[in-house]
């Protein structure tokens, strides 16, 4: 039925890890060692590497301004039958017929009455409903009753003017057709300039007659005169204020149509096989002229027995498609409109082909006029003019119609079997499907879009055509607005009525394609009651997910910001339909799900409180932990829209909505993914613009504090800084975004950081013994939580929050309120409404608020502030609840473009992934990339097998790179591929090429001034690697293009909080471990590890556990309880997603197995060293059981068998160390001593070589190092020292 990539699959967003699995098994199975193409890699959704944005499609204007009617047709006939005009000297025999009777055969008075019958009747055909007036033989009176009465009835509609003159002489070079005086003695001259004046705009003239071109140059020339004089009687008004009034609006004949048989000097053919009138002939009965040219060619010798006579006996009707007749005008039809399409430019086509039923008819015909009559020496002009079509290729497809039809045509009529119905609308649609197999944006359209447009007209090809049509729009925005201009929205409409089950997956697909481009269909599907059909599709549980999803999206299409479609929606039960779907397996239905509600409830009150009544609002919070972060993300969203959907507030209202917003800061505030977090800010701003004054009031009395040292115990702010951190408001402050206490920085941060996200958390702060937070404890931790989003380590995030918070906090600049006023006022507060369910989110031990308590907590400070006495006093009620019932909608203080860039998404091909970023098309560049870096790994990891087995006997002592880096280094780590030497320092990052010694870039990590990276580490680097930075303030960052490729800067990927919420740790009693020069601070900063295999990065430092993140969902996988109270100092992963081994700063030594729940998941732990721990390596054996390498301050170096309870081999190394490595595969380990000196070693503890001093001529003494690292495969290191150098060692001297 229906070609499985035409529509979005699930599957589309699923791990690359998939798809290169499944495409390389059998590659893998032949080639082992090629375990790249099995590693998964992180963040490469669309929501890391696309920018987030609506779409970007200019929409043409393909629907029309103003559709027109034709509401009134003059016809006036100039025969004078049986006296031929002077100036005009016919052939013998020659051409009589006129509308297909020849006058000869009657009187002239009846052929006269009988040619006007029977031209209406075939102007009726093309408009049955238009106002038809015959003038036959008239006289110039007569011509003007009739064209000013017909102008009156018509109004501002358009009018047709059909003028015959084969009775009298050819029209004028002054611009005159003639007419006759009342006895028809004479020829009287009208002029056109009269007529002009008597039809008025808009019009169409049809001018069958010799020389007809003169009629269209003179009609110009009279429509630019009756401008000017227009123009002039209007200056003539206004200087001499004369009586006479100009018309209201200006003259526009210059827009009226015109039709004329031939140019200027061309007289019409008078072959007597071809009637008289074969201009009017060809406007009005196409067919059968066409049918007559046809069989007076010579190609139709080749169809034998046609005659003229038996072109007449063609059975059936032109409006019915099913039979001979009807089928050849409907594939005349697509021919002449699709020639149109291609030839004219689009605003024109748009005009006479899809404007006015009747003139596209005459146009459409015209085109066929243009091809008899050019063969017969006649020109046929028209204005506006078009360009020539009579060669056009289009047209041998009708002749092949032609032929084929009458080839059985004598078979037809003497057995009266069935016709063979023309191959021509499926040869077509062929030439429609070898175009998509090969077009593209760059390519010329396909010429066949009209015709399908036709075909959707039969039920025999309509499967077919939308299929095709629907695979046509997914190439893009330009294709959907290419269709439109084309005509298709009215067929599509139309189709929405069909019960054809087969049909619903193509509909829902090309109605999301022309929304997502063109959102103003929205009315015409309301109006047409085209949403019920989406409504049907959506809850029909047998209807795959995928097309739901296209069905949930058009109605999110048409409910957004259209009160209409939103009543239509919430009276076809949208919300009850959505929230029974909300945990479908596909998450795009569920992010569409989510932001249809969303869309619904905006501003409209009515679907909020249906939603309400379904409890809308905690169905959606199960998808707040959702494994995709779009849907989360999503979800939020949906909340937030609830929050602001409410018009008048109530104490119900508020509370539901203070519920969703602690459940909101509780949930998502540290959400790995910034997009979600963006949302959450959007969602939190209008609690803060709905109950505005409480914020306020916070916001002025923590102003107040962070002022007022001397009374901090009476203020809430800094009773939550006791709790947390004893630097909170230096942090939150709206004056001190970094903090200015730099006294023991370094030891509290981590701890400060963590406690300040804590506030936020209501499951993890103990506010019973704080009765001064019972008043509006609600907006303190919605402050609290915005506060700590206004320093998120994403900057996107932080500038939106901070566009909240700087609302309230400019706020409370301009209205500092003085003491007295305060005083006087404050403990009259309203409170927020307590509603019984106020317990359901507060913490245990916290207590329902009392207005004793809150005149305690509100009470300001009795020392006056500087300067109080000058600042001016605002109304009493802006600290009171009522002020914030202001009714109407909020204009948002920050806005996120999520919901837009999901809608592009429809815009977008979505059978096809983008061209050049495809790796499943092994043809594709991005495949022949990645398959080439492979290959590169696989020999580079063989190439260093034989260093790794040579260096255990040899000296690792050859100095291959050395430079100073800006600040004394922290952290070095090396690619495993690449030449990329990345070096921390401070809260910076550098990345060098230690191969040329190049610097490509240095760089600061964006987080706070006074954070350190404190941990580096290269993501997917078997493929484009990604930079990791760990600030220890807890944040995480991830850089793509860190190495300033092609002279692009660094850029932020993602950020995230690795460390909120965590209780920290105590202070490291070896912290004084004698000649440290590193470790003085006691703090570990943020120690990571990364796991490519499993994708999950583990995190712990200054705090009592350690938290595994999921780079897949973004989401906290678990926090693993550290059972130490001391700070974790080095962590090293098995790589297999199960073992995980920790060093504290106690010296001991513990391994956790991932497998386990959190809390049994420690399985030992070792506590030989007594000192803190420098790092924990896993290393497997020969035998197969893993081996942990740890190393302490005291220069003891212990090797650990994972099953037995106590190291089985100590090597001890100089007394005091202040940095050690170990290999990954090489039998080596290296330790940097007090005394300014590295020494390597192999596994046996023996001393292969020291390193003392820099190489060169009377190379100094190294500086004290503090840190070492190895390269993952090849027997190289590198050396950070407090003298700011860098320096890389290997075992072999460079080349």
Not at 315 to 320: I, N, R, T, V, Y
Not at 663 to 681: A, C, G, Q, W
Not at 764 to 792: E, T
Request: charged share 20%; proline share 6%.
């Amino acid at each position: 039925m229906v070609t499985g990539d035409l529509f979005y699959s699930p599957t589309m967003s699923e791990s690359v890890d998939n798809r290169n699995g499944n495409k390389h098994d059998e590659y893998n199975n032949t080639h082992p060692d090629d375990v790249d193409w099995k590693l998964p890699i992180a963040f490469n959704k669309p929501r890391h590497t696309a920018t987030i944005e609506g779409v970007n499609c200019i929409t043409q204007t393909w629907r029309m301004k103003e559709r027109m009617k034709t509401v009134s047709v003059a016809l006036v006939l100039c025969l004078n039958v049986g006296v031929d005009p002077p100036d005009v000297v016919k052939t013998q025999p020659c051409a009589r017929l006129e509308c297909w009777i020849d006058p000869q055969l009657m009187s002239p008075q009846k052929a006269l009455e009988m040619i006007g019958k029977n031209l209406q009747l075939q102007y009726e055909r093309w408009q049955p409903r238009a106002r038809y007036k015959q003038s036959l033989d008239p006289t110039v009176e007569e011509v003007k009753k009739l064209c000013t009465s017909l102008r009156r009835n018509a109004k501002e509609e358009r009018v047709l003017f059909h003028y015959n003159g084969h009775g009298v002489p050819k029209p004028t070079s002054n611009g005159e057709i003639w007419v006759f005086n009342r006895t028809y003695t004479q020829y009287i001259p009208l002029s056109v300039y009269d007529l002009q004046t008597w039809m008025g705009a808009p019009s169409i003239y049809v001018y069958d007659c010799s020389n007809a071109g003169i009629i269209v140059d003179s009609f110009q020339q009279f429509a630019e005169q009756h401008e000017r004089e227009y123009e002039m009687e209007k200056q003539a008004v206004q200087h001499n204020r004369t009586a006479g009034v100009a018309s209201a609006t200006a003259p526009s004949y210059k827009n009226c149509i015109q039709l004329a048989a031939c140019a200027a000097s061309q007289i019409l053919p008078m072959n007597p096989d071809l009637p008289a009138d074969i201009f009017t002939a060809c406007l009005t009965t196409p067919i059968t002229i066409a049918l007559r040219w046809f069989v007076m060619q010579n190609t139709s010798k080749l169809v034998p027995k046609v005659s003229l006579d038996l072109i007449d006996k063609i059975p059936g009707q032109l409006s019915d498609r099913r039979t001979m007749l009807g089928e050849l005008n409907w594939i005349f039809t697509a021919i002449t409109d699709t020639i149109a399409w291609n030839t004219l430019p689009r605003d024109l086509f748009q005009r006479l082909f899809r404007q006015d039923l009747l003139v596209a008819s005459l146009f459409r015909n015209f085109l066929l006029a243009e091809r008899i009559l050019r063969s017969y020496d006649c020109t046929p002009v028209s204005f506006p003019k078009l360009p020539p079509t009579f060669q056009h290729p289009m047209w041998q497809a009708w002749d092949l119609a032609l032929d084929l039809s009458l080839a059985q045509l004598a078979a037809v009529l003497e057995s009266e079997t069935l016709f063979v119905h023309s191959p021509f609308f499926e040869e077509q649609l062929t030439a429609f499907q070898v175009w998509l197999t090969l077009g593209s944006k760059s390519r010329n359209p396909p010429e066949q879009l009209p015709i399908v447009l036709q075909v959707l007209l039969s039920q025999v090809h309509r499967l077919r055509a939308l299929e095709l049509l629907g695979k046509f729009l997914d190439l893009g925005p330009w294709a959907v607005n290419l269709a439109l201009s084309v005509g298709i929205f009215p067929y599509v409409l139309k189709l929405l009525q069909s019960n054809a089950r087969e049909l619903r997956p193509l509909l829902v697909f090309i109605w999301a394609k022309i929304l997502a481009v063109d959102s103003t269909c929205q009315a015409d599907l309301v109006r047409d009651h085209g949403h019920k059909y989406f409504l049907s599709v959506l809850q029909d549980p047998t209807i795959p997910s995928e097309h739901r999803t296209l069905a949930a999206f058009v109605l999110a299409s048409i409910v957004n910001n259209y009160p209409a479609g939103q009543e239509a929606a919430l009276k076809g039960s949208l919300v009850s339909i959505c929230l029974e779907q909300l945990g479908d397996p596909n998450p795009l239905l569920r992010q569409w799900l989510c932001l249809c509600l969303a869309r619904l409830w905006h501003n409209y009150d009515a679907a909020r409180w249906c939603g309400v009544r379904d409890i809308a609002h905690e169905k959606l919070y199960t998808l707040l932990q959702d494994p995709i972060p779009e849907v989360r993300a999503a979800a939020v969203y949906a909340l937030g829209t609830f929050i602001n959907s409410v018009t008048k507030r109530s104490e119900h209202a508020n509370n539901i909505d203070q519920i969703i917003a602690m459940t909101l800061i509780n949930t998502v505030s540290h959400d790995m993914s910034p997009l979600v977090r963006k949302e959450l800010v959007v969602a939190l701003q209008w609690m803060v613009l709905h109950f505005e004054n409480s914020f306020v009031t916070l916001a002025v009395a923590e102003e107040n504090s962070r002022r007022d040292p001397v009374v901090e115990t009476l203020s809430p702010f800094t009773g939550m800084r006791r709790i947390g951190s004893r630097d909170r408001l230096k942090i939150l402050s709206p004056n001190n975004a970094y903090g200015t206490d730099t006294t023991d920085f370094s030891q509290d941060r981590m701890k400060r950081v963590s406690s300040s996200s804590s506030i936020s958390s209501l499951g993890q702060s103990s506010f019973g013994n704080l009765p001064s937070l019972s008043y509006g404890s609600v907006y303190m931790k919605l402050w609290h939580g915005l506060c700590s989003l206004d320093s998120d380590p994403h900057p996107s995030v932080a500038t939106m929050s901070q566009k909240v918070t700087n609302h309230i906090r400019n706020q409370v600049k301009e209205c500092s309120v003085p003491k007295e006023v305060t005083e006087a006022k404050l403990p009259s507060i309203s409170l927020p409404p307590s509603p019984s369910s106020r317990a359901s989110f507060l913490t245990k031990g916290e207590s329902l608020p009392t207005v004793s308590a809150t005149s305690e907590i509100l009470r300001p400070p009795r020392v006056p502030l500087h300067g109080s006495r000058t600042r001016k006093t605002p109304p009493i009620n802006t600290i009171t609840e009522e002020a914030d019932e202001v009714l109407g909608f909020k204009n948002p203080l920050t806005t996120s473009l999520f919901v837009e860039w999901n809608c592009a998404q429809f815009a977008q091909p979505v059978s096809l992934e983008s061209e050049t970023e495809s790796t499943n098309d092994i043809e594709s560049r991005a495949h022949y990339e990645r398959e080439w870096r492979y290959l590169r790994n696989k020999k580079q990891r063989r190439d260093a097998k034989e260093e790794q087995i040579r260096v255990a006997r040899g000296r690792l002592e050859s100095q291959v790179f050395h430079t100073r880096s800006p600040q004394p280094p922290e952290v070095v780590t090396f690619h495993p591929f690449d030449k990329h030497l990345a070096v921390a320092a401070k809260d910076c990052f550098g990345i060098w090429d230690w191969q040329t010694g190049t610097r490509l870039t240095y760089c600061t990590s964006r987080g706070s001034k006074m954070a350190r990276v404190t941990a580096l580490g290269f993501i997917n680097s078997h493929d484009v690697a990604l930079l990791m930075t760990g600030s220890d303030d807890g944040s995480v960052r991830i850089w793509k293009n860190y190495c300033n490729m092609l002279g692009r800067d660094p850029t932020l990927l993602t950020a995230w909080q690795a460390l909120a919420d965590a209780q920290p740790a105590s202070k490291s009693p070896s912290a004084g471990v004698p000649g440290s020069t590193v470790h003085n601070s006691a703090s570990a900063g943020l120690i990571t590890s990364w796991e490519q295999r499993s994708l999950t990065l583990a995190v712990t430092g200054d705090v009592r556990i350690v938290r595994l993140w999921d780079a897949e969902t973004e989401l906290k996988k678990q926090d693993i309880p550290t059972g130490a109270d001391i700070c974790a100092t080095c962590l090293d992963t098995d790589g297999s997603g199960t073992l995980m081994a920790l060093g504290c700063g106690d010296g001991s030594v513990r391994l956790f197995d991932r497998r386990l729940p959190p809390h049994e998941a420690r399985v030992m732990t070792w506590r030989e060293h007594t000192a803190w721990v420098l790092g924990a390596y896993f290393r497997g054996t020969a035998t197969g059981a893993p081996r942990l390498i740890t190393g302490s301050l005291s220069g003891d170096i212990r090797f650990f068998d994972l099953r037995k309870n106590s190291s089985v081999n100590t090597v001890q190394t100089a007394q005091g160390i202040t940095a050690m490595a170990v290999h990954n595969v090489a039998d080596i380990f290296t330790c940097a001593s007090m005394n300014q000196c590295i020494s390597v070693y192999n596994m046996s503890g023996q001393n292969l070589n020291a390193i003392k001093s820099y190489e060169g001529f009377m190379g100094t003494r190294i500086g004290p190092v503090s840190c070492l690292n190895f390269h993952p495969y090849r027997v190289v290191l590198a050396a950070g020292c407090m003298d700011s150098s860098v320096s890389v060692y290997a075992s072999e001297p460079r080349r």
